[in-house]
């Protein structure tokens, strides 16, 4: 893989904002992400530790603790879906009889799922969230044939949002370490368990300071960074003390602008909107031509969202699981999102609005995300009733092809244009 693919998957180009240190950032960050290209997972087995993958992103502080090698195959679908050949590999799945309107990063996970070349696991860990998609996927997982013999762990997350629900999910939690310590002879490390959440809190900390130092107006650098931090601290094995340090110079850089009083170079900031849903694989050809050619900048996403992380309380593994459970099941991106209902979700999006003073909401309405399928008007209406405009779309954050990143922008400029943001 060239470096310049590497860098077109794993992050949006950088607007001119991002010189010297934030060049530098790019470089070391570019290279961590490089942890999460496909090939990784088909290497998997070289690494001589006990290979266990999922579905989603459930504690990876716990995988890391008991030094097995995990796999989020959601993540490496999605991954897949970003590469230059990614439209082939969605083509490919699709030539597999792959359900037709099932989310593409899913659909390229299960291509990966049956591919000849996938190692075989040691255990396979799955759940029911975020969303249908991604159980799906997890239900393939437990189903496929020549893995009928590797043991399975299937995680419930509730739907509630109350202590209960997290003391119940941190139950769980537990239980699978058990499965964990079983299926691959491996035994949780408390001890570095515990120094990993408390790594893991340090981190969540400076993407929070983050998230407070990009309300300024305007904007001081480039907001992607946020979503850029979230899969550095979370996707890749959590820990790094490099991901802490690239953290903490990253807020130390923009708080210098902040007090310069310096937005992004090169861009005229004139409007702050919110992107609700995913960033699209294609958002290097759409947001950096906003910012430049109509000064929009896109100031959240769902992976850099503003909500700050739950404190792991680490006084003990039943103290760190049970605030970890809430950490998922109300922090982690697309769960908060797709879990919870309407109400949690609406007030989340005119919250944002009103903290980070945007102008306007995008709902992109990702054609693969089913759980949104019932929320356009209530969002449309709830933002009207803000004096909010709001643009619905329809596309395919994974595949170009479906609304092409040209149309998306002639699109969003007539948008703004017609409510006099442009």
């Known amino acids: 893989m060239s470096d310049k693919a590497t860098q077109m998957t794993m992050t949006t180009p950088a607007l ?121 996927l997890g239900i393939m997982m437990d189903n496929y044939k020549p893995w009928a013999h590797v043991p399975k762990f299937h995680l419930d997350a509730p739907h509630g949002r109350e202590e209960e629900d997290f003391v119940y999910f941190g139950k769980q939690l537990k239980e699978m370490v058990l499965f964990l310590e079983k299926a691959t002879g491996r035994k949780l490390d408390l001890g570095r368990f515990l120094a990993l959440c408390e790594e893991s809190n340090r981190q969540g900390a400076l ?106 309380d680490t006084t003990s593994e039943e103290s760190a699981l049970r605030t970890f459970g809430k950490r998922y099941l109300i922090d982690t991106p697309m769960t908060r999102q797709a879990m919870h209902g309407a109400d949690f979700w609406i007030e989340d999006a005119l919250r944002i609005v009103k903290e980070f003073r945007l102008d306007a909401v995008v709902m992109p309405c990702h054609i693969g995300h089913k759980d949104l399928n019932a929320f356009p008007k209530i969002a449309r209406d709830a933002c009207r009733e803000a004096g909010i405009p709001f643009l619905f779309l329809g596309c395919d954050v994974w595949d170009e092809r479906y609304m092409p990143p040209d149309k998306v922008f002639e699109t969003m400029k007539t948008f703004f244009q017609s409510v006099g943001l442009a």
Request: charged share 25%; with cysteine; aromatic share 8%.
């Open 207 to 312: 993407l929070a300071e983050f998230q407070e130092l990009k309300r300024a107006v305007p904007c001081p650098v480039d907001p992607d960074w946020a979503r850029r931090g979230f899969r550095l601290s979370r996707w890749i094995p959590p820990g790094r003390p490099e991901v802490t340090d690239i953290l903490r110079r990253l807020v130390a850089a923009t708080e210098e602008r902040v007090k310069a009083k310096q937005g992004m170079d090169g861009v005229d900031e004139k409007i702050r909107f919110l992107w609700w849903d995913v960033s699209p694989v294609w958002a290097g050809k759409l947001f950096p031509r906003l910012a430049t050619e109509l000064g929009a900048v896109c100031l959240m996403d769902y992976y850099s969202y503003a909500a700050p992380w739950t404190v792991i």
């Open 16 to 136: 001119a904002s991002d010189a010297g240190v934030f060049d530098q950032l790019n470089r070391e960050a570019n290279g961590i992400l490089a942890e999460l290209l496909p090939q990784k997972l088909l290497e998997a087995p070289k690494g001589g530790k006990p290979f266990v993958i999922g579905s989603d992103e459930v504690l990876p502080e716990i995988v890391s603790a008991m030094d097995l090698y995990y796999n989020i195959l959601t993540v490496t679908g999605a991954t897949a879906a970003g590469m230059p050949d990614g439209a082939q590999t969605i083509d490919k799945a699709i030539e597999m009889g792959v359900e037709s309107r099932l989310c593409n990063a899913v659909r390229c996970a299960m291509y990966y799922l049956y591919s000849p070349l996938m190692p075989m696991p040691d255990a396979i860990v799955t759940t029911n969230s975020p969303c249908d998609a991604v159980d799906t």
